[in-house]
């Protein structure tokens, strides 16, 4: 660039797998309400994921039906709201997605119950779609959800059914423990990857450096929600740049923290940041809902490395160490060893 | 949360506060005198910081004047540093200020609140001691006006009950070239490794620091160097902080080798815009 300005380029890739309890299960209830609109009970944490919306369309999909008709309980009860292992491990849509679908499938077979006894019809020839359960080969056929999801009440006052409650859940299937010895086991069930790189422009008389761009291919099986991935995947991205550019505890000789408030210890703000580009690819998971993948956590991994190398070649030295202070690329360029 | 209770008191004058102090003082509140309130609650809060009293001076309008009397700019102590900054009436003062902290907590600290900091940076005094200016200081014994050389001693020495009232900085300072650089360990909102800010007046470059050694200051041994033109910029550097009042600093911000290096790349920057080569 100039005298003493260089921009470089640092690559870095990620594989990840979940590693969980191997009973980690989820639950999921799907209730209706009388205008036929749903009821979703989970037990994942809404912690900024945005996990709730996805199970929503999730649930929207099987019911072939408007997410603006389906209700997502956000509050929970760990009295009596289903379980949810933990809302960790980028496992909420997977988990709970599961569950969520089972818990449709469960509500579907009984609307198409009652709808059979009063269309009759063989439950097999009948089909939910757009509020209505109606015969496949002939949609006139056909009776409202929301005068079945009550029960239904013949003319003569006569009734069948009531509320429709659909129950699922999901466990991940032939989990075990990996052996400490070698490492072997199954400790989640898909294993996710992508690419991640950096581009830097550093200041060789005091080795500060800018973060310019950043990009990320995540391989995401199916994308649920555009703008919740990309919205994970960037906000990843920042945590792993903050954690590979400032983010540290400083010890002590006697281990007392000295930088124990957001005064001394900083993270990168709005500002400081790169450009970000994040783009998928989409090999379906076949276990994941809808094919979807782990995508929660998976922004972050390679974000230290592809700095690091972008940083070592344009510092030209090594940098095996985070966080990549400037004085800390200083100090490798000056032939200091790198604990 | 901040761990205790304490009155709150909001003199209208510079007279009421001081006699407000020495009445508290006396009943053991250890009284604080409060603007932005800044420190109090952060540090308050991790109780390194004990009051019975806070004395407002916000609400006393000599505290919060800003005015040009007589050629003299006369700039209040509870102005915050976003005001000092936004009015544009003290450039190098507005600017130096605006590298504290983040823009949301200088529409709270103050330019008294900072210059009196309990943290070694006070970054707001740095003009004031390039441009000879004079603080207005009351207290229960009265007020005074002293050339800030005198009141500040790497910090502003205050008799008990003292506090700032205002600086009086002559107006023709406002209006020569200056230079302000701030430079962090890596984040954009920070303390310093180094500020440097420095003026050019027809006698020469004077320049200040922060967050270099453990305290602010301006030298005029270190000036004289800088200004001895007949020898490279460099070597003016390298004797000048030789010369220093006291160690360059290591801290969790950064190593002493590290913040020299920094240092003498702000201060050669620092020179060649001032036209100091």
């Not at chain 1, 003319?155 to 409650?165: D, E, K, M, V």
């Not at chain 2, 008294?112 to 390039?130: Q, T």
Request: proline share 5%; net charge neutral; hydrophobic share 40%.
């Amino acid at each position: 660039m100039d005298a003493h300005t260089i921009r470089a380029k640092g690559i870095g890739c990620f594989w990840k797998n979940s590693s969980i309890d191997p009973d980690g299960s989820s639950g999921a209830i799907v209730s209706f309400n009388q205008d036929g609109s749903l009821n979703l009970e989970t037990g994942v944490v809404e912690i900024g994921t945005g996990t709730k919306t996805i199970l929503a369309q999730i649930l929207a999909e099987r019911m072939r039906m408007s997410p603006d008709h389906i209700h997502v309980k956000f509050k929970i009860s760990t009295d009596i709201t289903p379980e949810h292992w933990k809302t960790v491990a980028s496992r909420g849509t997977f988990l709970a997605g599961r569950a969520v679908l089972k818990a449709a499938d469960d509500a579907i077979r009984q609307l198409l119950d009652i709808a059979a006894c009063v269309l009759r019809a063989d439950p097999v020839d009948l089909e939910l779609g757009h509020g209505y359960v109606y015969a496949r080969a002939d949609p006139s056929v056909r009776i409202a959800v929301k005068d079945i999801c009550y029960g239904y009440k013949y003319p003569n006052g006569n009734s069948i059914g009531g509320q429709i409650i659909g129950r699922g859940h999901y466990i991940q299937r032939r989990m075990n423990y990996t052996n400490p010895e070698t490492g072997e086991g199954t400790p989640g069930p898909e294993w996710n990857v992508g690419a991640q790189a950096v581009e830097i422009e550093l200041d060789t008389r005091d080795y500060s450096y800018k973060l310019l761009k950043a990009i990320s291919v995540n391989d995401a099986g199916k994308v649920l929600n555009p703008k919740a991935a990309k919205g994970q995947v960037m906000g990843a991205m920042s945590m792993g740049l903050s954690f590979a550019n400032r983010e540290t505890f400083m010890f002590s000789g006697e281990g007392a923290i000295y930088n124990a408030s957001l005064r001394d210890y900083n993270v990168i703000r709005y500002g400081e940041n790169p450009e970000y580009v994040v783009e998928f690819i989409e090999s379906p998971c076949l276990d994941g809902p809808y094919g979807a993948r782990a995508l929660g956590e998976h922004g972050l991994i390679a974000m230290p490395a592809a700095l690091a190398a972008a940083l070592s070649r344009a510092a030209g030295v090594q940098l095996n160490r985070l966080p990549l202070f400037p004085e800390t690329i200083w100090r490798a360029k000056m032939g200091e060893p790198q604990p | 949360m901040i761990p205790y209770n304490f009155d709150y008191y909001a003199p209208a004058t510079v007279a009421e506060a001081a006699a407000l102090f020495q009445r508290l003082d006396a009943e053991g509140k250890q009284p604080l005198y409060y603007s932005g309130g800044t420190e109090i609650i952060t540090i308050g809060r991790i109780n390194r910081i004990y009051t019975e009293a806070v004395i407002d001076l916000k609400r006393i309008p000599d505290c919060r004047q800003a005015a040009v009397q007589s050629g003299k700019l006369v700039l209040g102590s509870a102005l915050t540093l976003s005001e000092l900054y936004d009015s544009r009436v003290f450039p190098l003062l507005g600017e130096t200020g605006a590298g504290v902290a983040d823009r949301t907590s200088r529409n709270k600290i103050t330019f008294g609140g900072n210059i009196c900091s309990k943290f070694i940076y006070r970054e707001a005094v740095l003009p004031l001691l390039l441009t000879d200016s004079e603080v207005r200081i009351a207290g229960p014994g009265g007020a005074r006006q002293t050339p800030i050389a005198e009141a500040f001693d790497g910090q502003l020495r205050l008799g008990r009950g003292e506090f700032v009232v205002q600086t009086v900085t002559d107006e023709s300072y406002a209006r020569m070239p200056y230079v302000t650089i701030k430079k962090r360990k890596v984040a954009a909102i920070d303390y310093p490794l180094v500020t440097v800010a420095a003026l050019r007046t027809s006698e020469g470059i004077r320049i200040a620091f922060s967050g270099v050694c453990a305290f602010p200051f301006r030298s005029q041994a270190v000036e004289r160097m800088l200004n001895r033109r007949e020898l490279p910029l460099r070597d003016r550097i390298d004797q000048s902080i030789a010369l220093f009042p006291a160690p360059v600093i290591s801290d969790i911000k950064g190593s002493a080798a590290y913040r020299e290096l920094v240092l003498k790349l702000v201060m050669e920057q620092t020179m060649r815009a001032l036209g100091g080569e």
